[in-house]
């Protein structure tokens, strides 16, 4: 089966899409597949992979994050996506490129593929929730938006099929009136990221950098710096946890935030920004031999860091909007309300009281048990493509 993907969010420097993108095209290889992925970028380019390729489209970089490459009117999709001739053709981006691939036609003689639109982000909860839900609420904002889902509508209507990575964001999607919803759930790496990782000297050195000593709580953090993941609002929280715990919170990532980051984490003491970590075998030493995940983000179309803190033994606290609420349970999670620095703290206090081996032990259970691994996810995938939708 021939895959072409027309891939806006993947970039080189990128987190969670790479991640996936280069999942896939390694499950491609296992399962007798090919995958070619266009994504924008710097130059024109082509890149081979034991699964298919990755072929860079020059492309104008984002403005608000170069990082980021966007497809332009330029870029001449329409004769790529022809010469690879796809059975499936998925459109990964509401935006220009989930528009080229909604409106890309087979020419004469060539058979129509299978067309599915595979939704990575909730624009509405990643911008209009992010901004404006410390001041209406979730319902309010939807109604102002009311003309975004029925943008969304109009995308989803050009394809066969919209995918999504979790069953709770096929549910929200479908209410709003999204075509053919299904939810084909992501996994985690359990082979790699996994709790036999936690080591005591690279804890100690993690908190070395918060300038503590191995006797304090050791909270992490892992995404991009991005308003979405409401880092001010953590940063705030840890300051209240520290009038009660002896804690400090280590963050990893980058992002077009990052100098704001810097500015904020001067408030409050025991932050050390890590930066971009892009050593996968690192990543997962680093979160293994923390106590606990603080994450902000409310607008988590899945979570791909919370399954691999859970995968690696580390209790969560989480908000109790998006996919992040999804992950929680009674042993190894706390919920907060979203943005809710006071409500943040109480939850961290909260699950930095419990035994630790106790959460641990519930946390790895649960991924192993409910969230499944990586590989399982792209044979349901390819397995929808062929058998369900009859290729």
């Known amino acids: 089966m021939k895959i072409v993907e027309v891939a806006e969010f993947y970039s080189e420097r990128g987190g969670g899409v790479k991640t996936y993108t280069h999942q896939k095209l390694d499950s491609s290889a296992a399962l007798g597949h090919s995958t070619t992925i266009i994504a924008p970028g710097k130059s024109n380019n082509e890149i081979i992979y034991p699964g298919g390729k990755i072929v860079f489209v020059k492309s104008p970089a984002l403005f608000i994050d170069p990082r980021y490459h966007v497809f332009s009117r330029d870029n001449n999709l329409n004769t790529l996506i022809q010469s690879e001739k796809p059975d499936v053709l998925v459109g990964a981006s509401p935006w220009r490129g989930g528009w080229i691939s909604g409106k890309w036609t087979p020419a004469k003689g060539q058979k129509k593929p299978l067309k599915v639109l595979f939704m990575h982000t909730d624009p509405v909860a990643v911008y209009a929730y992010t901004l404006l839900d410390r001041y209406l609420t979730i319902n309010k904002i939807d109604h102002i938006f009311n003309f975004f889902w029925k943008y969304l509508i109009r995308l989803s209507n050009m394809f066969d099929v919209t995918l999504v990575g979790s069953p ?219 058998k369900d939708l009859a290729l």
Not at 252 to 261: F, H, M, S, Y
């Open 168 to 386: 709770w964001l096929a549910s929200r999607f479908s209410s709003y009136g999204l075509n053919n919803v299904h939810s084909i759930p992501f996994g985690v790496e359990l082979s790699h990221f996994n709790s036999n990782r936690r080591n005591n000297a690279l804890r100690k050195s993690m908190l070395q950098k918060c300038n503590l000593h191995d006797n304090a709580i050791l909270a992490l953090n892992v995404g991009r710096h991005h308003p979405e993941k409401r880092l001010k609002m953590l940063f705030q929280a840890i300051k209240k946890v520290q009038e009660f715990k002896n804690i400090g919170l280590y963050v990893i990532g980058d992002g077009l935030i990052r100098p704001w980051v810097e500015r904020w984490s001067k408030g409050t003491p025991n932050i050390y920004i890590a930066g971009q970590e892009d050593n996968r075998d690192h990543l997962a030493n680093l979160m293994a031999s923390s106590d606990l995940l603080a994450h902000g983000s409310a607008s988590e179309t899945y979570g791909r860091v919370i399954a691999e803190a859970l995968a690696s033994g580390l209790p969560i606290v989480v908000p109790n909007q998006g996919g992040a609420s999804g992950f929680s349970g009674p042993i190894y999670s706390e919920i907060y309300k979203t943005g809710n620095a006071d409500d943040a703290a109480r939850a961290i206090i909260a699950i930095s009281e419990r035994d630790f081996k106790t959460s641990s032990n519930a946390a790895v259970k649960y991924a192993k048990h409910k969230i499944g691994s990586d590989s399982n996810h792209f044979v349901r995938l390819y397995d929808f493509f062929t």
